[in-house]
């Protein structure tokens, strides 16, 4: 099953696949291991081994030939965890997910961001993993809740990725770009979704965990949704305009697919 979805997603257009045996009360590292040793042979985009334990990172390692990307580090527990991470990197010539969360928590403004990549970077680079080797992710987080305090969250990111691709040149960005929609209908997810992985790789991101049959080229969405979507983002509230509920009114009742065909008057 895990080697045909991996066949269907490289063929839908991902460049990485991102593989978790994770499942409670089942052999994590035995179960990561068949799943490698199938897929290291019949699937050609690049694995990203995802686990938060390291016995299950370093038997994979150890089963793939290619250059894996580990899945991921940060500094919430603190450095040690991150170094251990680090040390396996450098040893089997992996890549690395680097989150911006330090042990305050997830970083939300545009210098928190900078900051703990600027942090992530020198850590690294202190066992010998380039700046090359690691994809910073400065997170995003959903702009649909209404709240005030998440208006800018949006706005911030892509702050943030172009702060960052600024300071450090070689470095990777990614995101988990779908965050930026939670809470919407999947009409809405889709063209928002599509919206703002356009300004994030143009302020510098160089990847996303995106479901690809899912992304929209720009084109094919109606111009007033793309304009409600970017309102949305750069939070360009005014009197009597909310664009959050602009999206809401834009995309009520409809479904995923209805985001793909312009709408015509």
Same mark, same amino acid.
């Given at each position: 099953?895990?080697?045909?979805?991996?066949?269907?997603?490289?063929?839908?257009?991902?460049?990485?696949?991102?593989?978790?045996?994770?499942?409670?009360?089942?052999?994590?590292?035995?179960?990561?291991?068949?799943?490698?040793?199938?897929?290291?042979?019949?699937?050609?985009?690049?694995?990203? =081994?995802?686990?938060?334990?390291?016995?299950?990172?370093? +038997?994979?390692?150890?089963?793939?030939?290619?250059? @894996? $990307?580990? !899945? &991921?580090?940060?500094?919430?527990?603190?450095?040690?965890?991150?170094?251990?991470?680090?040390?396996?990197?450098?040893?089997?010539?992996?890549?690395?997910?680097?989150?911006?969360?330090?042990?305050?928590?997830?970083?939300?403004?545009?210098?928190?961001?900078?900051?703990?990549?600027?942090?992530?970077?020198?850590?690294?680079?202190?066992?010998?993993?380039?700046?090359?080797?690691?994809?910073?992710?400065?997170?995003?987080?959903?702009?649909?809740?209404?709240?005030?305090?998440?208006?800018?969250?949006?706005?911030?990111?892509?702050?943030?990725?172009?702060?960052?691709?600024?300071?450090?040149?070689? =470095?990777?960005?990614?995101?988990?770009?779908?965050?930026? +929609?939670?809470?919407?209908?999947?009409?809405?997810? @889709? $063209?928002? !979704? &599509?919206?703002?992985?356009?300004?994030?790789?143009?302020?510098?991101?160089?990847?996303?965990?995106?479901?690809?049959?899912?992304?929209?080229?720009?084109?094919?969405?109606?111009?007033?949704?793309?304009?409600?979507?970017?309102?949305?983002?750069?939070?360009?509230?005014?009197?009597?305009?909310?664009?959050?509920?602009?999206?809401?009114?834009?995309?009520?009742?409809?479904?995923?697919?209805?985001?793909?065909?312009?709408?015509?008057?």
């Amino acid at each position: 099953g895990c080697i045909a979805m991996g066949r269907e997603q490289v063929k839908e257009g991902s460049h990485a696949l991102d593989v978790c045996t994770a499942f409670v009360g089942r052999d994590e590292v035995r179960e990561m291991n068949e799943v490698i040793s199938r897929m290291r042979g019949s699937i050609t985009a690049p694995l990203v =081994v995802d686990s938060t334990e390291y016995p299950v990172l370093e +038997s994979a390692l150890k089963l793939y030939g290619g250059k @894996a $990307v580990i !899945n &991921s580090i940060n500094f919430e527990d603190g450095e040690e965890p991150a170094a251990r991470r680090l040390k396996l990197a450098k040893k089997f010539g992996a890549a690395v997910v680097a989150l911006t969360i330090d042990e305050k928590g997830m970083a939300k403004t545009v210098d928190e961001k900078v900051a703990i990549a600027k942090r992530l970077v020198e850590f690294a680079e202190s066992f010998g993993v380039p700046q090359s080797d690691l994809l910073i992710d400065p997170l995003t987080f959903t702009i649909a809740t209404g709240n005030e305090d998440d208006r800018k969250l949006g706005l911030w990111t892509l702050q943030g990725i172009e702060a960052i691709r600024a300071e450090f040149p070689d =470095v990777q960005i990614v995101l988990g770009l779908s965050n930026i +929609s939670f809470g919407l209908n999947p009409a809405a997810r @889709a $063209v928002l !979704n &599509s919206v703002f992985l356009d300004h994030a790789v143009r302020a510098g991101m160089t990847g996303a965990i995106v479901h690809v049959s899912k992304i929209r080229p720009l084109h094919l969405i109606a111009p007033e949704e793309v304009e409600a979507a970017e309102d949305l983002i750069f939070d360009r509230r005014r009197e009597g305009y909310d664009p959050l509920q602009r999206v809401l009114e834009l995309f009520a009742g409809r479904k995923a697919a209805d985001a793909t065909q312009k709408r015509r008057a």
